[in-house]
């Protein structure tokens, strides 16, 4: 129990520097790989929390292709350094304060949340293939077929619109 | 572990990504920040779904993940069409409709 304790305080402390990190780095490309530490992290969490098939295919899919996609666009446009100068200085304090609010609000929602259904109860023991890609695949392919259909659809919108959004204008 | 931890790590993680969209003027920073309160409302799923005993939370994180790829695709190349116009990608500069 303790060692789980601190496995996940590590990580969270990991996760959220990173994050900070991402936020305040001045170079693009820097911000990237910051990120893919993040997405990481996250990944260990999904471990931890029983769902190996979401950890693989957050690494596969986030860490992997689409921070590789960013990398990419970032190199391509050159554009990783950054202008010094805000042309709004009222807007950077009003956006801390904001945050502030909201993470004052999300935190009160999940105390209520714990006050009203006594503690949130510490997690059940794990049945033996829970968040397997065998029970994953099952409910993928039973319940949820639908969604899953529209999603291709969905991914080949978005490969012929990305094609037809950067295609060279004059031919 | 309490399954509360998970939901105050997401709701920081949340936080982070809402500033980061309100505070930096590079769309490709922009966009990264959106990602990431993607993965807070993901990691708030797997927890709910892992507290509850049931798939449908981790289900329904697959199909977030699928829709992020889509929307980054579409997004960047909307970034690269934008910066040939524009030779820029700072959101300042978008700030007209016409070129």
Known sequence: MTSDYLLFMVLAIVAVASALSMLF????????LFLII????????????????LAMAQITVYAGAIMVLFLFVIMLLGAEQL?????????????IIL??????????????????????????????????PTAIGTLLFNEYLLPFEITSVLLLVAMIGAI???KDQKR | M????????????FTIGALGVLIRRNA???????????????LAFVAFSRLYDTLSGQVFVFFVITV????????????????????????????????
């Open chain 1, 164 to 166: 037809v959004l950067t």
């Open chain 1, 38 to 53: 993040n997405f990481g992290t996250i990944a260990v969490f999904y471990l931890l929390l029983g769902s190996p098939f």
């Open chain 2, 2 to 13: 309490p399954v509360i931890s998970y939901f105050i790590l997401s709701a920081i993680l």
């Open chain 1, 25 to 32: 780095s001045r170079n693009a490309v820097y911000s990237a």
């Open chain 1, 83 to 95: 202008r010094k100068e805000q042309t709004l200085i009222w807007q950077q304090p009003v956006a």
């Open chain 2, 68 to 99: 992020a790829a889509a929307e980054v695709a579409v997004g960047l190349a909307l970034i690269v069409a934008i910066f040939r116009t524009k030779q820029s990608i700072d959101v300042d500069d978008m700030s007209s409709l016409k070129r």
């Open chain 1, 99 to 132: 945050g502030l609010i909201l993470l004052m609000e999300t935190g009160y929602i999940i105390y209520s949340l714990s006050i009203q259904e006594g503690i949130l109860p510490s997690f059940n023991t794990f049945l033996s293939d829970y968040g397997s």
């Open chain 2, 28 to 42: 490709i920073v922009i966009f990264m920040s959106v990602e990431l309160m993607l993965n807070a409302a993901n």
